[in-house]
Nanobody, 125 residues
């Protein structure tokens, strides 16, 4: 079993930066994609960013492109999400997720096998 634990959320002001971290532990398993999703209040969970572990290619939702950066630290078994120029509309619970085998893409929730418990990010105006 794989465990994913997010950290780094909090309350910030518009324009601030924040770094989320996702620590992986448990039984070693194959990783194809690691992704970040978010769920704003009263809305569906949505794709934010993903990294393909075979070639380190990264993918972003249009709403965060140019402001967010996904990266990984192999030594620490972590995946991070650097979030700059935060906006009130970035307010959400942020989740990291692991996809073990290819399921057609990287931006849908049902393409991922394991999920963290989420961390709250609140951006005030």
């Amino acid at each position: 079993q794989v465990q994913l634990v997010e950290s780094g959320g909090g309350l910030v002001q518009a324009g601030d930066s924040l770094v989320l971290s996702c620590a992986t532990s448990g039984r070693p398993s194959r990783t194809l994609f690691m992704g970040w999703f978010r769920q704003p209040p009263g809305k569906e969970r949505e794709f934010v960013a993903a990294m393909k572990f075979t070639n380190d290619n990264t993918y972003y939702a249009d709403s965060v492109k140019g402001r967010f950066t996904i990266a990984r630290d192999n030594a620490k078994n972590t995946v991070s999400l650097q979030m700059n120029s935060l906006k009130p509309e970035d307010t959400a619970v942020y989740y990291c997720a692991q996809q073990r085998y290819y399921r057609g893409g990287y931006s849908q929730t049902d393409e991922y096998d394991y999920w963290g418990q989420g961390t709250q990010v609140t951006v005030s105006s």
